[in-house]
Every structure is written in structure tokens, then in C-alpha cells.
Antibody, heavy 116, light 112 residues
Framework: QVQLVESGGGLVKPGGSLRLSCAASGFSFSDYYMSWIRQAPGKGLEWVSYIGPGGTNIYYADSVKGRFTISRDNAKNSLYLQMNSLRADDSAVYYC?????????WGQGTLVIVSS | DVVMTQSPLSLPVTLGQPASISCRSSQSLVYSDGNIYLSWFQQRPGQSPRRLIYRVSNRDSGVPDRFSGSGSGTDFTLKISRVEADDVGVYYCMQGTHWPGTFGQGTKVEIK
């Protein structure tokens, strides 16, 4: 079955960087759009970014544009999110999800806390 | 960005009774391919979101037929025909027609 496992979250100071990873299994990873979606503690869901199957066709939410970079390695069935210049309002659980328009599978999430 | 407005935000329901959640979008969700990318998600306490319904009314595999979706244009509804204890959680509508995809605020379903 489809499995998405995120890692790389943690506590980071404002202005710092983190790289999130998502390991995919159970489906043909290279055929699918993939997304990052986040949820601040006790809050709703916010789309962060998505990437096309070949690594092109990339979109970012305005709130992260210029600071976050999405990428993928189809040979490793992995999705990444490089997060730079982190701010307190980036604190959230970050979910990896399959497909851009109607995410049908989600990982368990990885928690990012930006605090001094 | 397209604004998705859900109501109510809190929904206490008696076990076995029906429940209905409304979702309204700030603009039409008809995509250029003719589809409407409106989905519903359930998030149980401490869990990741789970998709229940896609393209307005299509139930995902394994989703009980107690759940149904309907709507068109800018107005959409999720109905639970008979609420069970397992249905407790927060329900979100989401549009994927216009980038960025946007979610409603969430409706918290609890048992009275």
C-alpha cells in the first residue's frame, strides 16, 4: 500500500535552515505529482508547494516563495523540502502528500519548531 | 487565493443522527478540463488528514457509504447519514482547481 514517511523536522532558531525528506513506497513514485502541506499547531491546513513527476512544474505558496525549495529524487523515491530563512510562523507539522489537486495519501508528518 | 468558508465550525451530533457540513468557495471551482476539484478530508485527533471524497461526490476506497458529497459551482456539502463514534474529528473541504489549493477552516464534529 501507499506509504509516505517524513523526516528531518526539529527545533531551529529563526533565520536557520532545515531539510525535510519524504520516503515513498507502494506506488510508482516517478509517475506522480507530490506536495508539501503544513499545519500550524491547533490550526488549519496550508499548501506549501508541489512538484511535477519529472521535477519540473514547481509551485510555491507566496508565504514561502524565495525561502523554500522543493525537489525530488525519483531514483530514491524521495521528496525533499529545503527550508531557509525560517521564521516563527513556519512552525508547523509538515506533511508530504501525493498529487497536487486532490491529495489522496498523506504521511504522518514531521514537526518543525522555529524558536530562539 | 480562493477562500473556502465552512459552516458550522463546530457540530455536536447525537450518535445515529445525520450531520451536514457546508463549504462555499469565493469563486467557481470548475477547472478548464470540466472537472471540479473539491475534496473532503477527515482528521481524527492526533492523525494525519484522510481523504474521504474527491471531485465533489466520489468516495474513496474504504470510506463508508454513510459519507456523501454533493454540490456544484461554489456550494458544496458533506453529509454523514448516521454519525458513529469513529466519525469524531475535524473535517476540511479543499479546492484544488486554482493554485494554491486552499482549505476551509475545518468543522469539528463531536458527539453530544
Amino acid at each position: 500500500q501507499v506509504q509516505l514517511v517524513e523526516s528531518g523536522g526539529g527545533l531551529v532558531k529563526p533565520g536557520g535552515s532545515l531539510r525535510l525528506s519524504c520516503a515513498a513506497s507502494g506506488f510508482s513514485f516517478s509517475d506522480y505529482y507530490m506536495s508539501w502541506i503544513r499545519q500550524a499547531p491547533g490550526k488549519g491546513l496550508e499548501w506549501v508547494s508541489y512538484i511535477g513527476p519529472g521535477g519540473t512544474n514547481i509551485y510555491y505558496a507566496d508565504s514561502v516563495k524565495g525561502r523554500f525549495t522543493i525537489s525530488r529524487d525519483n531514483a530514491k523515491n524521495s521528496l525533499y523540502l529545503q527550508m531557509n530563512s525560517l521564521r516563527a510562523d513556519d512552525s508547523a507539522v509538515y506533511y508530504c502528500a501525493r498529487a497536487p489537486r486532490q491529495p489522496d495519501s498523506w504521511g504522518q508528518g514531521t514537526l518543525v519548531i522555529v524558536s530562539s | 487565493d480562493v477562500v473556502m468558508t465552512q459552516s458550522p465550525l463546530s457540530l455536536p451530533v447525537t450518535l445515529g443522527q445525520p450531520a451536514s457540513i457546508s463549504c462555499r468557495s469565493s469563486q467557481s471551482l470548475v477547472y478548464s478540463d470540466g472537472n471540479i476539484y473539491l475534496s473532503w478530508f477527515q482528521q481524527r485527533p492526533g492523525q494525519s488528514p484522510r481523504r474521504l471524497i474527491y471531485r465533489v461526490s466520489n468516495r474513496d476506497s474504504g470510506v463508508p457509504d454513510r459519507f456523501s458529497g454533493s454540490g456544484s459551482g461554489t456550494d458544496f456539502t458533506l453529509k454523514i447519514s448516521r454519525v458513529e463514534a469513529d466519525d469524531v474529528g475535524v473535517y476540511y473541504c479543499m479546492q484544488g482547481t486554482h493554485w494554491p489549493g486552499t482549505f476551509g477552516q475545518g468543522t469539528k464534529v463531536e458527539i453530544k
